[in-house]
Each structure stands twice: as C-alpha cells, then as structure tokens.
C-alpha cells in the first residue's frame, strides 16, 4: 500500500500497556494515536500519508495501562 506506515507493537510483559505513538512527517501535521496491547499480543497502527513525505520520524512510549 502506497502512502501508509504500518507499526506494529507486541506486548512480551505480563500487563496490558498503554503505547503513544507520535508520526512526524513533515511538512505533514504531526499525528498522534493510542493503541492497548494486552499481554502476549501484537498490535497494529497505520498512519496514512496526506501529502507527499520522505522521511518519517515515530516515538512510541509505552506504560502500563491504568486497570479502572
């Protein structure tokens, strides 16, 4: 698929995570999106191009997830 980033995330821990992913893709707006991986599972993200983009920087940071 042209113009989409796929992440994948796998959880290896024994808790469910909560992962923030930030997709800096100038001179795109910068996106942001949340995914929850519960514990032995690969989760997936996808960030689709709006403009044309030759470089894409991606931080996720991930904790676990609050049990409310």
Known sequence: MSGVLV???TNTGSVKVRCELRYDA???PIGR???YVEPGR???NSFRAKRNWFDVEVEVTCKA???S
């Open 26 to 28: 100038s001179p795109q």
């Open 42 to 44: 690969t989760e997936e």
């Open 33 to 35: 999106a949340y995914v």
């Open 7 to 9: 992440v994948r995330l």
């Open 65 to 67: 997830a609050d049990e």
